[in-house]
Protein backbone atom coordinates (compact mmCIF):
# COMPACT_ATOMS: atom_id res chain seq x y z
CA UNK A 1 0.00 0.00 0.00
CA UNK A 2 1.20 3.65 -0.79
CA UNK A 3 2.01 6.25 1.26
CA UNK A 4 -1.31 8.90 1.53
CA UNK A 5 -0.37 12.25 -0.33
CA UNK A 6 -0.72 15.09 1.88
CA UNK A 7 -4.05 16.17 2.00
CA UNK A 8 -6.35 18.38 4.83
CA UNK A 9 -8.86 16.55 6.70
CA UNK A 10 -11.02 19.48 5.27
CA UNK A 11 -10.55 19.30 2.05
CA UNK A 12 -11.51 15.09 2.12
CA UNK A 13 -14.92 16.12 4.05
CA UNK A 14 -15.38 18.73 1.39
CA UNK A 15 -14.79 16.81 -1.28
CA UNK A 16 -16.54 13.73 0.32
CA UNK A 17 -19.77 16.28 0.37
CA UNK A 18 -20.02 15.69 3.97
CA UNK A 19 -19.94 19.39 5.18
CA UNK A 20 -20.09 22.40 4.11
CA UNK A 21 -17.54 25.71 3.88
CA UNK A 22 -19.35 27.83 6.60
CA UNK A 23 -19.57 24.79 8.67
CA UNK A 24 -15.31 23.53 7.93
CA UNK A 25 -14.79 28.03 8.99
CA UNK A 26 -16.87 27.61 12.42
CA UNK A 27 -14.75 24.60 12.68
CA UNK A 28 -11.31 25.82 12.57
CA UNK A 29 -12.21 28.85 14.23
CA UNK A 30 -13.04 26.47 17.60
CA UNK A 31 -9.73 24.61 16.27
CA UNK A 32 -7.95 28.02 17.24
CA UNK A 33 -9.83 28.25 20.25
CA UNK A 34 -9.18 24.87 21.90
CA UNK A 35 -5.95 23.85 20.07
CA UNK A 36 -8.09 20.38 19.00
CA UNK A 37 -7.51 18.80 15.83
CA UNK A 38 -10.05 18.92 13.35
CA UNK A 39 -11.76 16.17 13.16
CA UNK A 40 -12.15 15.97 16.59
CA UNK A 41 -14.33 19.36 16.55
CA UNK A 42 -16.13 18.43 13.91
CA UNK A 43 -17.19 15.00 15.77
CA UNK A 44 -17.70 17.05 19.19
CA UNK A 45 -19.50 19.55 17.84
CA UNK A 46 -22.18 16.81 15.85
CA UNK A 47 -21.43 18.05 12.54
CA UNK A 48 -20.37 15.00 11.48
CA UNK A 49 -19.86 11.06 13.25
CA UNK A 50 -16.38 9.47 13.19
CA UNK A 51 -17.92 6.34 11.11
CA UNK A 52 -18.41 9.06 8.54
CA UNK A 53 -14.81 10.39 8.86
CA UNK A 54 -13.64 7.03 8.73
CA UNK A 55 -15.77 6.37 5.28
CA UNK A 56 -14.59 9.77 3.57
CA UNK A 57 -10.82 9.12 4.08
CA UNK A 58 -11.44 5.20 2.85
CA UNK A 59 -13.21 6.28 -0.31
CA UNK A 60 -11.16 9.41 -0.87
CA UNK A 61 -7.47 8.62 -0.23
CA UNK A 62 -8.23 4.72 -0.03
CA UNK A 63 -6.69 4.77 3.68
CA UNK A 64 -7.53 1.56 5.36
CA UNK A 65 -9.76 1.32 8.24
CA UNK A 66 -8.54 -1.71 10.77
CA UNK A 67 -10.97 -2.75 13.77
CA UNK A 68 -8.32 -3.19 16.58
CA UNK A 69 -10.62 -5.08 18.68
CA UNK A 70 -10.19 -8.08 15.89
CA UNK A 71 -6.97 -8.50 15.75
CA UNK A 72 -3.75 -9.16 17.65
CA UNK A 73 -0.50 -6.91 18.30
CA UNK A 74 2.80 -8.18 18.70
CA UNK A 75 3.57 -7.22 22.26
CA UNK A 76 7.46 -6.62 20.88
CA UNK A 77 5.75 -3.86 19.01
CA UNK A 78 5.95 -1.51 22.17
CA UNK A 79 9.45 -1.29 21.59
CA UNK A 80 9.01 -0.12 18.17
CA UNK A 81 6.88 2.60 19.01
CA UNK A 82 7.25 4.21 22.62
CA UNK A 83 4.48 4.87 24.89
CA UNK A 84 5.11 8.47 24.64
CA UNK A 85 4.47 9.10 21.49
CA UNK A 86 1.58 6.28 20.97
CA UNK A 87 -0.16 8.70 23.40
CA UNK A 88 0.76 11.97 21.99
CA UNK A 89 -0.88 11.44 18.64
CA UNK A 90 -3.12 8.59 18.94
CA UNK A 91 -1.11 6.20 17.22
CA UNK A 92 -0.69 2.39 17.73
CA UNK A 93 1.56 0.09 15.64
CA UNK A 94 -0.09 -3.05 14.23
CA UNK A 95 2.73 -4.50 12.21
CA UNK A 96 6.42 -3.87 10.99
CA UNK A 97 8.11 -5.26 7.96
CA UNK A 98 11.84 -4.31 7.31
CA UNK A 99 11.23 -1.02 5.48
CA UNK A 100 7.43 -0.51 6.78
CA UNK A 101 5.46 0.04 9.65
CA UNK A 102 2.09 0.33 9.77
CA UNK A 103 0.45 2.71 12.04
CA UNK A 104 -2.84 2.91 13.51
CA UNK A 105 -4.49 6.69 13.95
CA UNK A 106 -7.21 8.91 15.17
CA UNK A 107 -6.05 11.31 12.43
CA UNK A 108 -4.21 9.49 9.38
CA UNK A 109 -3.63 12.94 8.28
CA UNK A 110 -1.44 14.01 11.21
CA UNK A 111 1.21 14.35 9.37
CA UNK A 112 3.70 15.84 12.27
CA UNK A 113 2.97 11.95 13.73
CA UNK A 114 3.70 10.49 10.59
CA UNK A 115 7.18 12.06 10.92
CA UNK A 116 7.74 11.53 14.46
CA UNK A 117 7.27 7.87 13.67
CA UNK A 118 9.29 7.57 10.94
CA UNK A 119 12.18 9.52 12.69
CA UNK A 120 12.03 7.36 15.80
CA UNK A 121 11.42 4.15 13.81
CA UNK A 122 13.28 4.96 10.71
CA UNK A 123 10.36 3.38 8.36
CA UNK A 124 8.41 4.52 5.71
CA UNK A 125 4.96 4.77 7.95
CA UNK A 126 1.67 3.51 6.05
CA UNK A 127 -1.02 4.93 7.45
CA UNK A 128 -4.61 3.14 8.73
CA UNK A 129 -7.16 4.70 10.59
CA UNK A 130 -9.15 3.09 13.55
CA UNK A 131 -11.55 4.87 16.09
CA UNK A 132 -10.00 7.17 19.03
CA UNK A 133 -11.56 4.56 21.60
CA UNK A 134 -10.30 1.57 19.89
CA UNK A 135 -6.75 3.28 19.91
CA UNK A 136 -6.90 4.01 23.20
CA UNK A 137 -8.21 0.54 24.36
CA UNK A 138 -4.97 -0.88 22.34
CA UNK A 139 -2.09 1.50 23.84
CA UNK A 140 -3.61 0.55 27.32
CA UNK A 141 -3.12 -3.39 26.42
CA UNK A 142 -0.06 -2.68 24.10
CA UNK A 143 1.49 -0.61 27.06
CA UNK A 144 -0.21 -1.51 29.95
CA UNK A 145 2.22 -4.13 31.47
CA UNK A 146 5.07 -1.88 31.66
CA UNK A 147 4.18 -0.21 35.03
CA UNK A 148 2.80 -3.61 35.97
CA UNK A 149 5.82 -5.20 35.33
CA UNK A 150 8.36 -2.91 37.02
CA UNK A 151 5.95 -3.13 40.26
CA UNK A 152 6.75 -6.65 40.01
CA UNK A 153 10.59 -6.81 40.15
CA UNK A 154 10.46 -4.12 43.24
CA UNK A 155 8.16 -6.49 45.13
CA UNK A 156 10.76 -9.21 44.06
CA UNK A 157 13.40 -7.34 45.43
CA UNK A 158 11.70 -6.60 48.87
CA UNK A 159 9.18 -9.81 49.16
CA UNK A 160 8.13 -10.76 52.52
CA UNK A 161 7.57 -14.18 53.08
CA UNK A 162 4.62 -13.07 55.85
CA UNK A 163 2.56 -11.38 52.79
CA UNK A 164 1.84 -8.71 54.46
CA UNK A 165 1.10 -5.34 52.63
CA UNK A 166 0.64 -1.96 54.43
CA UNK A 167 -3.28 -0.71 54.87
CA UNK A 168 -3.62 2.46 52.55
CA UNK A 169 -6.83 3.77 50.97
CA UNK A 170 -7.55 2.52 47.63
CA UNK A 171 -9.77 4.89 47.01
CA UNK A 172 -8.79 7.24 44.53
CA UNK A 173 -6.95 5.95 41.91
CA UNK A 174 -5.26 8.90 40.02
CA UNK A 175 -3.92 9.33 43.10
CA UNK A 176 -0.15 9.90 42.80
CA UNK A 177 0.71 10.51 46.69
CA UNK A 178 3.36 8.55 48.09
CA UNK A 179 0.57 6.00 49.96
CA UNK A 180 0.15 5.09 46.44
CA UNK A 181 4.15 4.67 45.62
CA UNK A 182 4.39 0.87 46.99
CA UNK A 183 4.95 -1.65 44.30
CA UNK A 184 2.17 -4.01 45.56
CA UNK A 185 -0.37 -1.07 45.34
CA UNK A 186 0.91 0.28 42.28
CA UNK A 187 0.33 -3.53 40.84
CA UNK A 188 -3.04 -3.84 42.04
CA UNK A 189 -3.72 -0.20 40.86
CA UNK A 190 -2.39 -0.86 37.41
CA UNK A 191 -4.64 -3.98 37.49
CA UNK A 192 -7.89 -2.49 38.36
CA UNK A 193 -7.40 0.64 36.09
CA UNK A 194 -6.30 -1.57 33.04
CA UNK A 195 -9.38 -3.70 33.47
CA UNK A 196 -11.71 -0.27 33.81
CA UNK A 197 -9.90 1.46 30.83
CA UNK A 198 -10.90 -1.75 28.53
CA UNK A 199 -14.47 -1.73 30.03
CA UNK A 200 -13.66 -5.48 31.59
CA UNK A 201 -16.58 -6.92 33.65
CA UNK A 202 -14.33 -8.56 35.90
CA UNK A 203 -10.81 -9.80 36.86
CA UNK A 204 -9.72 -12.87 38.06
CA UNK A 205 -6.62 -13.47 39.86
CA UNK A 206 -6.23 -17.74 39.61
CA UNK A 207 -3.28 -19.28 41.88
CA UNK A 208 -1.74 -22.07 39.81
CA UNK A 209 1.49 -24.35 40.92
CA UNK A 210 4.21 -22.08 39.94
CA UNK A 211 2.45 -18.73 39.76
CA UNK A 212 -0.65 -16.45 39.16
CA UNK A 213 -2.68 -15.81 36.10
CA UNK A 214 -4.35 -12.69 35.90
CA UNK A 215 -7.38 -12.61 33.70
CA UNK A 216 -9.80 -10.22 32.69
CA UNK A 217 -13.64 -10.99 31.26
CA UNK A 218 -14.06 -8.23 27.95
CA UNK A 219 -17.11 -8.73 26.04
CA UNK A 220 -17.88 -12.06 27.74
CA UNK A 221 -14.54 -13.83 27.39
CA UNK A 222 -12.07 -14.28 29.79
CA UNK A 223 -8.19 -13.18 28.80
CA UNK A 224 -4.74 -13.69 30.37
CA UNK A 225 -3.08 -10.69 30.58
CA UNK A 226 -0.43 -10.89 33.06
CA UNK A 227 0.92 -13.73 35.23
CA UNK A 228 2.51 -13.10 38.87
CA UNK A 229 5.51 -14.80 40.04
CA UNK A 230 4.02 -17.36 42.83
CA UNK A 231 6.45 -15.79 45.48
CA UNK A 232 4.35 -12.23 45.35
CA UNK A 233 1.13 -14.36 45.55
CA UNK A 234 -0.21 -13.44 49.18
CA UNK A 235 1.46 -10.10 48.91
CA UNK A 236 -1.25 -9.32 45.83
CA UNK A 237 -4.31 -11.34 47.50
CA UNK A 238 -3.77 -9.45 50.65
CA UNK A 239 -3.79 -6.34 49.03
CA UNK A 240 -7.20 -7.20 47.13
CA UNK A 241 -8.58 -8.25 50.32
CA UNK A 242 -7.82 -4.77 52.05
CA UNK A 243 -9.49 -2.92 49.14
CA UNK A 244 -12.13 -5.00 50.16
CA UNK A 245 -12.40 -4.97 53.85
CA UNK A 246 -11.81 -8.50 54.27
CA UNK A 247 -9.52 -10.43 56.89
CA UNK A 248 -6.33 -10.58 55.45
CA UNK A 249 -5.45 -13.32 57.99
CA UNK A 250 -8.12 -15.99 56.97
CA UNK A 251 -7.72 -18.14 53.94
CA UNK A 252 -9.52 -20.89 54.74
CA UNK A 253 -12.95 -19.77 53.94
CA UNK A 254 -14.76 -17.52 51.07
CA UNK A 255 -14.72 -13.74 51.83
CA UNK A 256 -16.96 -11.42 50.35
CA UNK A 257 -16.24 -6.89 50.30
CA UNK A 258 -16.76 -4.41 48.45
CA UNK A 259 -15.47 -1.32 47.37
CA UNK A 260 -15.44 2.03 45.41
CA UNK A 261 -12.20 3.44 43.36
CA UNK A 262 -11.87 6.90 41.05
CA UNK A 263 -10.37 6.16 37.88
CA UNK A 264 -10.00 8.83 35.49
CA UNK A 265 -12.71 10.77 37.19
CA UNK A 266 -15.04 8.38 36.79
CA UNK A 267 -16.42 5.99 40.04
CA UNK A 268 -16.27 2.50 39.73
CA UNK A 269 -17.81 0.19 42.45
CA UNK A 270 -15.71 -3.45 43.22
CA UNK A 271 -16.96 -6.80 44.32
CA UNK A 272 -14.54 -8.75 45.97
CA UNK A 273 -14.98 -12.45 46.53
CA UNK A 274 -12.54 -14.57 47.63
CA UNK A 275 -12.02 -18.39 47.42
CA UNK A 276 -9.68 -21.16 48.95
CA UNK A 277 -8.23 -23.48 46.20
CA UNK A 278 -5.13 -26.28 46.48
CA UNK A 279 -3.04 -23.63 45.26
CA UNK A 280 -4.28 -20.56 47.06
CA UNK A 281 -7.23 -18.45 47.37
CA UNK A 282 -8.67 -17.25 44.19
CA UNK A 283 -9.78 -13.82 43.69
CA UNK A 284 -12.85 -12.17 41.59
CA UNK A 285 -13.47 -8.44 41.43
CA UNK A 286 -16.68 -7.60 39.61
CA UNK A 287 -16.74 -3.68 37.99
CA UNK A 288 -19.68 -1.83 38.20
CA UNK A 289 -19.40 1.45 36.01
CA UNK A 290 -21.82 4.01 38.04
CA UNK A 291 -21.71 6.47 34.90
CA UNK A 292 -25.69 6.59 34.56
CA UNK A 293 -24.93 7.49 30.78
CA UNK A 294 -24.19 3.50 30.46
CA UNK A 295 -27.57 2.57 31.43
CA UNK A 296 -29.52 3.98 28.24
CA UNK A 297 -30.26 2.05 25.26
CA UNK A 298 -27.58 3.76 22.83
CA UNK A 299 -25.08 2.93 26.17
CA UNK A 300 -25.80 -0.58 25.89
CA UNK A 301 -25.54 -0.88 22.18
CA UNK A 302 -29.15 -0.69 21.06
CA UNK A 303 -29.78 1.18 17.66
CA UNK A 304 -31.76 0.92 14.53
CA UNK A 305 -33.97 -1.83 14.08
CA UNK A 306 -33.12 -2.99 17.75
CA UNK A 307 -33.70 0.20 19.61
CA UNK A 308 -37.38 0.05 17.91
CA UNK A 309 -37.95 -3.37 19.01
CA UNK A 310 -37.25 -2.34 22.65
CA UNK A 311 -39.39 0.41 22.89
CA UNK A 312 -42.10 -2.11 21.83
CA UNK A 313 -40.76 -4.23 24.48
CA UNK A 314 -41.00 -2.28 27.29
CA UNK A 315 -44.36 -0.10 25.97
CA UNK A 316 -46.70 -3.68 26.50
CA UNK A 317 -48.38 -2.83 29.68
CA UNK A 318 -48.04 -7.23 30.41
CA UNK A 319 -46.15 -9.98 30.03
CA UNK A 320 -42.50 -11.41 31.69
CA UNK A 321 -39.05 -10.22 30.19
CA UNK A 322 -36.49 -13.14 29.95
CA UNK A 323 -33.13 -11.42 29.67
CA UNK A 324 -30.04 -14.49 29.48
CA UNK A 325 -26.92 -14.70 28.57
CA UNK A 326 -23.09 -15.45 29.86
CA UNK A 327 -21.73 -14.18 32.49
CA UNK A 328 -20.43 -10.52 31.32
CA UNK A 329 -22.44 -10.27 28.57
CA UNK A 330 -24.44 -7.12 29.95
CA UNK A 331 -28.00 -9.01 31.46
CA UNK A 332 -27.54 -6.44 34.51
CA UNK A 333 -26.84 -3.26 32.64
CA UNK A 334 -30.08 -4.11 30.31
CA UNK A 335 -32.34 -4.85 33.01
CA UNK A 336 -31.57 -1.39 34.94
CA UNK A 337 -31.62 0.14 31.31
CA UNK A 338 -35.49 -1.16 31.11
CA UNK A 339 -35.66 0.26 34.83
CA UNK A 340 -34.72 3.24 34.18
CA UNK A 341 -36.66 3.93 31.15
CA UNK A 342 -39.65 2.32 32.75
CA UNK A 343 -39.17 4.37 36.06
CA UNK A 344 -41.62 7.00 36.22
CA UNK A 345 -44.22 9.47 38.97
CA UNK A 346 -47.99 7.39 37.43
CA UNK A 347 -45.71 3.93 38.36
CA UNK A 348 -44.43 1.76 41.07
CA UNK A 349 -41.70 -0.27 40.69
CA UNK A 350 -40.45 -2.96 42.66
CA UNK A 351 -37.13 -5.29 42.09
CA UNK A 352 -35.49 -8.04 43.80
CA UNK A 353 -31.40 -8.14 43.54
CA UNK A 354 -29.10 -10.16 44.65
CA UNK A 355 -27.22 -7.75 45.12
CA UNK A 356 -28.28 -4.62 44.49
CA UNK A 357 -25.67 -3.36 42.04
CA UNK A 358 -27.23 0.33 40.85
CA UNK A 359 -28.99 2.42 43.05
CA UNK A 360 -31.96 4.55 41.21
CA UNK A 361 -34.04 7.64 42.78
CA UNK A 362 -37.79 6.23 42.47
CA UNK A 363 -37.55 2.69 42.47
CA UNK A 364 -38.21 0.05 45.47
CA UNK A 365 -35.59 -1.76 45.21
CA UNK A 366 -35.31 -5.01 47.86
CA UNK A 367 -31.76 -6.80 48.78
CA UNK A 368 -32.08 -10.42 49.03
CA UNK A 369 -30.79 -12.48 52.06
CA UNK A 370 -31.31 -15.30 52.90
CA UNK A 371 -30.14 -15.53 56.24
CA UNK A 372 -32.70 -12.99 57.75
CA UNK A 373 -35.87 -15.08 55.55
CA UNK A 374 -35.93 -12.08 52.74
CA UNK A 375 -35.87 -14.75 49.63
CA UNK A 376 -36.74 -14.34 46.38
CA UNK A 377 -40.51 -16.31 46.46
CA UNK A 378 -41.27 -14.11 49.75
CA UNK A 379 -40.68 -11.16 48.35
CA UNK A 380 -42.81 -11.98 45.58
CA UNK A 381 -45.46 -12.89 47.84
CA UNK A 382 -45.44 -9.77 49.79
Known amino acids: MAQVQHKRLGDVLLGAGLITEDQLGAALAKQKQTKARLGEVLIDERVITEAEVIEALQMQLGIEFVDLSQIHIDPELSRVVSKNVARQYDVVPVRVTPEEI ?175 TIHGEKVVVRLLDKDENLLDPQGIGLTGDDLEKYRKLIGNNNGVVLIVGPTGSGKSSTMYTMIRDLNSESVNLITLEDPVEYHIDGINQVQINEKTGMTFASGLRA
Do not use: C, W
Request: hydrophobic residues 40%.
Open 102 to 276: YLAMSDPLNFVAIEAVKTATRKRVIQMVATRDAIHRAITTLYGNEGAARAIEEMKRDVRPTGDVSAYSAENLDDDSDAQSAPTIRLVNSIIERAATERASDIHLEPREEEVFVRMRIDGVLRTILTVPKELQQSVIARFKIIGNMNTSERRVPQDGRSAVRIKKKDIDLRINTLP
